[in-house]
């Protein structure tokens, strides 16, 4: 099996509009996958359908190498938490995991206690109701009773989102904690583009229903490549300077430096050269693509969330 999830031209239309077109998904067992794209791009509506909660207009899926019944059988081993999860808020966290067990037929001992310490819970307070906790605990028991069952995959829609950085920093190492201690592969999606670089393993852009590309940490890495930026206190004498190098094709960044995709390699030696023509060198450093840069070139637009 080289795929848990796979989709074959997985669409979905709401009257006029298709919300998702011909989606083909690529996940591997124990991977943490970021589906990204703005809002309304379509993220939620595919995870809906791979989840179960949603049928497809066309197209169809495979869950751990399974298709039709037999794959319907495998939904659950999916955990899923989609929008805001569903708690009791006057129940704590024990108890609204308690209450989830017990309708699902989960009864070993000490199965609650894990799940709290997996995400982080084990010392919530037994008396506080959840609804008076902050959002990244509630996320996290969102997670956990995501976890309820065991299942292989889960699927997270926007689980950061409205989160302070103390809240995401939370969260992401929750997610990592799944995929590297349980095995566990996991679909997040996300526009904070920065936080899911932090821990995905690999990447799906959808835009306007229409999934552009999949690719790796490594292909994001090989395609975006590496830029040299450099700033000084004479940008035209160093473009001068730059050309009588071989080196062309300098763009201006908005801060004022320079930035090239030639001669990256050269480093030193232009900053040896900078500083002989008697030009100050204030900075100089290679600089890679970053996933939100990459998506803002392929999608062709301002990020907006």
């Given amino acids: 099996m080289e795929y848990i999830l796979e989709t074959n031209n997985l669409t979905k239309i709401y009257g006029q509009k298709e919300a998702a077109k011909d989606v083909n998904l690529h996940i591997k067992e124990g991977q943490i996958y970021g589906l990204i794209g703005r809002n309304g791009a379509g993220k939620t509506t595919i995870m809906r359908m791979i989840s179960g909660l949603s049928k497809p207009t066309r197209g169809s899926y495979s869950l751990f190498g399974k298709t039709g019944f037999e794959m319907r059988m495998m939904l ?49 307070d037994a008396k506080k109701g959840a609804g008076s906790y902050s959002l990244g605990m509630r996320q996290r028991l969102g997670i956990a009773l995501a976890l309820v069952g065991d299942p292989k995959l889960i699927v997270l829609d926007e689980p950061i989102n409205g989160l302070d950085p103390q809240g995401i920093v939370e969260v992401r190492e929750t997610l990592a904690k799944l995929r590297d201690e349980k095995g566990i ?21 959808i835009h306007e229903g229409t999934l552009l590309d999949e690719f790796s940490v490594e292909e994001l890495h090989e395609r975006s490549g590496s830029s040299l930026i450099i700033r000084t206190d004479n940008t035209p004498e160093t473009l001068r300077l730059l050309e009588g190098m071989n080196i062309r ?10 930035r090239i995709a030639q001669g990256t390699d050269r480093r030193k030696e232009i900053s040896r050269a900078i500083v002989q023509a008697g030009i100050g060198l204030e900075e100089i450093y290679l600089r890679t693509m970053t996933l939100e840069e990459y998506y803002l070139g392929m999608t062709g637009g301002a990020h907006n969330g």
């Fill in 76 to 124: 659950k081993n999916v955990g899923v938490l989609i929008e805001h999860p569903g708690l009791y808020p006057r129940l704590s966290a024990y108890e609204n995991l308690k209450i989830k067990c017990i309708g699902m037929g989960i009864r070993p001992k000490g199965y609650v206690e894990e799940l709290l310490r997996t995400v982080g819970l084990e010392n919530t």
């Fill in 185 to 205: 592969t996991i679909m997040v999606s996300s526009h904070i583009l920065d936080e899911l670089s932090k821990v995905a393993d690999a990447y799906g852009v």
């Fill in 249 to 258: 094709g300098a763009s201006h960044e908005p801060d004022g430096s320079l």
